[in-house]
């Protein structure tokens, strides 16, 4: 019998739990297969007769495979009649399974899958404050980008704030801290992990570019080196308007980051913000279209649990507003745009940039989705101080 594909669709639509179910209520037999951005390998059940009697997972395969897939909570599955070993690995029941893992997710017992990855025991770091989680960017698959890879101890400084240099490295193996030199000392403002990328698009057509924040091994690690002529000419065949959205969403990370740390040693949260300004957008207003700023400054303000953020200032260059593809925790759903007057917006073409963006190169896409991922989570850690 050859493969017949009978059901496909997202794991956001309907998950692993609920498609256990139903092919259990159906004693159905076939291999269901999940596949994920941030996952290298496939995911891959052998269902016979209703139950789950074998799973493969990178190198894990039976309970411990199957256990894991329960901390997909995005991505694509496909199930399909075909032939398959029925050597029975799982010897426990499909609702049994279901149960087991559910408990595991609930308790912090079983990963899960996505561009953040939290310590389920949360264990302090050596200052004595929570241990940040690791960002990730989706799994790595565009080996056409790499020139090099480099190893680095514990401690290495793989680049310093400060000094100049247009490398640009994709984590492979290991966790990087991002640090912040400051007068009152260093600032770890994020961790990050396999899939995440060291480095700027900004340097790459900017000489002068500094670079914004230190990036420190935290353990053994190995990078890949981007080949940046092969870069350099993909982004020469994007639109300004496109070139703008990358440089606007660096502008954004270094914005929150800098905001980051200046917050750690303030006990003002709004300190900086002007005192005579006008909404321009309302937290949770439903906005459709977006803007460029053209001149002027617009000033977010976060409110959260009765307490009100200053996240920073955006001016020429950045933008304002929603686009599918970002992640960022920004206005409007999370936080309010204001501005004193001098502030000048242009709107922006959504549907060129959308038909653009799904015809840019995967890795630039990828860049894209990681940065907005570090908005989001840095945003996050400001706004209930862990940092």
Not at 189 to 198: E, K, N, P, Q, T
Not at 241 to 267: H, P, Q, W, Y
Not at 271 to 281: F, H
Not at 296 to 311: H, I, K, R
């Amino acid at each position: 019998m050859g493969r017949q594909l009978v059901l496909s669709g997202e794991l956001t639509f309907i998950d692993l739990a609920d498609l256990l179910q139903m092919f259990n209520a159906n004693a159905e037999s076939g291999v269901l297969k999940l596949t994920s951005k941030y996952s290298e390998k496939p995911g891959v059940v052998y269902i016979f007769e209703g139950n789950p009697i074998n799973a493969t997972l990178g190198g894990k395969s039976g309970e411990e495979a199957l256990y894991a897939l329960f901390g997909w909570g995005e991505g694509r599955f496909e199930f399909s009649l075909e032939e398959f070993p029925k050597e029975k690995v799982i010897n426990k029941s499909a609702m049994a399974m279901i149960l087991d893992a559910l408990k595991m997710v609930d308790e912090g017992e079983i990963e899960k899958l996505g561009p953040v990855q939290f310590n389920a025991e949360k264990p302090k770091d050596k200052g004595g404050g929570i241990s940040l989680p690791v960002i990730r960017g989706p799994a790595f698959s565009d080996y056409m980008y790499l020139a090099d890879e480099e190893e680095f101890r514990p401690g290495d400084r793989i680049i310093e704030q400060g000094r100049h240099g247009n490398w640009l490295w994709v984590v492979l193996e290991g966790v990087v801290k991002i640090v912040k030199t400051t007068r009152q000392g260093d600032v770890t403002i994020s961790r990050v992990g396999h899939g995440a990328f060291i480095g700027s698009l900004a340097a790459l057509t900017r000489p002068e570019h500094a670079r914004m924040a230190s990036a420190v091994a935290e353990g053994k690690v190995l990078l890949g080196v981007i080949d940046t002529r092969q870069l350099i000419s993909d982004l020469s065949g994007l639109s300004e308007d496109f070139l703008n959205l990358i440089r606007g969403t660096e502008n954004r990370l270094n914005m929150i980051s800098n905001r980051a740390v200046a917050l750690k040693f303030s006990k003002n949260s709004m300190a900086g913000l002007p005192r005579e300004i006008k909404p321009v957008i309302r937290q949770g207003d439903s906005v459709t279209k977006f803007f460029a700023v053209e001149a002027g400054t617009a000033y977010l303000v976060q409110s959260s649990g009765g307490n009100n953020t200053f996240l920073g200032a955006l001016e020429k260059g950045d933008f304002i507003g929603h686009l599918p593809f970002f992640k960022h925790e920004h206005e409007p759903e999370m936080a309010a745009v204001f501005a004193a007057s001098g502030l000048k917006l242009s709107i922006v073409d959504t549907d060129l940039i959308m038909a653009e963006y799904e015809k840019a190169p995967t890795l630039v896409k990828n860049i894209l989705e990681y940065n907005s991922v570090c908005v989001s989570v840095i945003t996050d850690m400001t706004s209930r101080n862990v940092l």
